[in-house]
């Protein structure tokens, strides 16, 4: 017993000793750090406190040196950087125009050749509020109109943007095109967005009508909440007063997640003073629903969220 105390003893100075002769290593440098970071990528695996990183680092310089990996020969390293880039715009408010440049590379990024990357811009997109589209990103968005393939997204950014100019574009793309139900509904949701009446009020009563419950309440509240319309709230408000629930996914004899979780989640994401923090649907408890309820009641006007999030809608 005696002598396998001294062996844990000396196990320890000589851990301790390690420690004290081989004091940390300085931190990587941003660029150094990317470039390990885009290795890992390629051999499918990434450590994520490497990501977390470069977070808290200047948003600036990381996306100066995040720029050359954007046209990486690798579809995954390119996402990434796309990635990486919206995660900076939501994080960092500062220094000026950072969020701008971030928008402008993701709609960049719209018209790269992979899907999964120019869909998962499209989608971050609409993290961000009207104000961070500049000129230049606005003038890419309607060369993304034009384009055969892209332009159900390019219509939903050009609603996104609060593009009121490109109203008859879009509609004329809507009148000459034969695309499925599911875009021809997109384009009536950025239509919607831009303060078309006939368009908002076609949105809400397809919603109303679509007869499956899932679709209606798990899918298309979310292009409710895209619109950022009063009207739309309006729906959102009655759904959130709801005591339903839709079935479960593994047993359809029994419940599954509760209708308000869905409304409460929407309008956690786009209302100004918002009393409940989004959290996803399905994470909110009762006390939750009744206070976002309560305080929904008492509001005579709303205010839509002029800051970036991490919601973007599921349609």
């Keep these: 017993m005696k002598t396998i105390r ?26 150094s750090l990317l470039q390990e970071i885009t290795t890992q990528i390629k051999s ?9 990183d470069l977070l808290a680092r200047d948003p600036s310089e990381v996306l100066s040196e995040l720029k050359m990996y954007e046209s990486d020969p690798s579809d995954k390293v390119r996402n990434f950087a796309y990635t990486l880039a919206w995660r900076i715009g939501i994080t960092h408010a500062k220094p000026e125009k950072i969020r701008t440049q971030v928008v402008e590379r993701l709609v960049k990024a719209c018209g790269d050749s992979d899907g999964l990357v120019w869909q998962s811009a499209s989608r971050r997109l609409l993290s961000f ?10 003038q890419s968005i309607r060369s993304l109109l034009t384009r055969s393939g892209r332009q159900g997204h390019a ?34 949701l950025a239509l919607a967005r831009l303060g078309s009446r006939e368009d908002i009020l076609y949105c809400i009563q397809r919603v109303e009508l679509e ?16 619109m950022r319309q009063p009207e739309a709230v309006l729906v959102l408000a009655y759904v959130l007063d709801s005591d339903d ?22 309008l956690a994401n786009i209302l100004e003073g918002f009393p409940v923090r989004a959290r996803g ?11 976002a309820r309560a305080w929904i009641r008492t509001q005579a006007t709303v205010s839509f969220t002029t800051e970036p999030t991490t919601y973007w809608p599921r349609f």
Aim: charged share 25%.
């Design 6 to 31: 001294v062996l844990a003893a000396l196990i320890l100075f000589s851990l301790s000793w390690a420690k004290l002769s081989c004091p940390d290593s300085p931190p990587m440098d941003t660029k």
């Design 44 to 52: 499918h695996f990434r450590d994520t406190r490497k990501v977390a």
């Design 129 to 138: 509020p009207p104000q961070y589209f500049s000129d230049k990103a606005k």
């Design 155 to 188: 219509i939903l950014l050009a609603g996104q943007a609060n593009m009121t100019d490109d109203i008859p574009a879009i509609r004329q793309i809507l009148a000459t095109t034969d695309d499925s139900d599911y875009w021809k509904w997109l384009r009536r």
């Design 211 to 226: 007869p499956r419950d899932v679709t209606r309440i798990a899918k298309m509240l979310h292009g409710l909440g895209y």
């Design 245 to 266: 629930y839709l079935p479960s996914t593994k047993n359809e004899s029994l419940e599954g997640v509760a209708y308000a979780q869905y409304a409460l989640d929407i």
């Design 281 to 291: 649907a399905g994470s909110y408890s009762l006390e939750d629903i009744e206070k």
